[in-house]
């Protein structure tokens, strides 16, 4: 979100199927910025199973929650793959690499809240661009 997170929100072991999506990020997270924005909302997500399970489908029209259209295999669009990427450079940077889940737990959470606002807020605004680019070579891969 522009000019703003939440916390970095890890999965704790098991699958993520359509139930665990809509308790643990929908309904916590998801549908409280969509109160706080109000009509200007707009949800990204990708084709991930779990986002399109009908218990998925169900919630987020019952919280008239409206989601952009997202095309299969478009992993250059989403900001976020680039943001996992900057975490991913940061844990192997560490000198001390995490050895055990709890400590890849700590050192993501730290890495996340040490994340500049200003990167996620630079990708975020690039995706008009992108968007222009991926058309410009008719969906084929972009260099973002």
């Known amino acids: 979100m522009l000019g703003s997170r939440t916390d970095l929100h890890i999965f704790d072991a098991g699958s993520v199927n359509g139930s665990r999506y809509c308790n643990e990020i929908l309904l916590p997270y998801v549908r409280l910025f969509r109160g706080a924005m109000g ?3 707009l ?3 990708d084709n991930a199973p779990c986002h399109r399970t009908v218990a998925t489908e169900q919630l987020l029209e019952s919280e008239d929650i409206e989601r952009m259209d997202w095309p299969a295999r478009s992993a250059d669009l ?3 793959e680039h943001v996992w990427d900057y975490l ?3 844990l192997a940077a560490h000198t001390l690499p995490p050895v055990t ?3 890849l737990r700590l050192a993501l959470q730290e ?3 040490a994340m500049p606002q200003q990167l996620i807020d630079t990708l975020i605004l690039s995706m008009g661009r992108r968007f222009e680019t991926c058309l410009a070579v008719r969906g084929d891969h972009i260099l973002y």
């Open 39 to 41: 009509l200007q909302f």
């Open 111 to 113: 890495e996340w809240a």
């Open 88 to 90: 991913g450079r940061r």
């Open 78 to 80: 989403n900001s976020i």
């Open 43 to 45: 949800f990204m997500d």
């Open 101 to 103: 889940i709890r400590e």
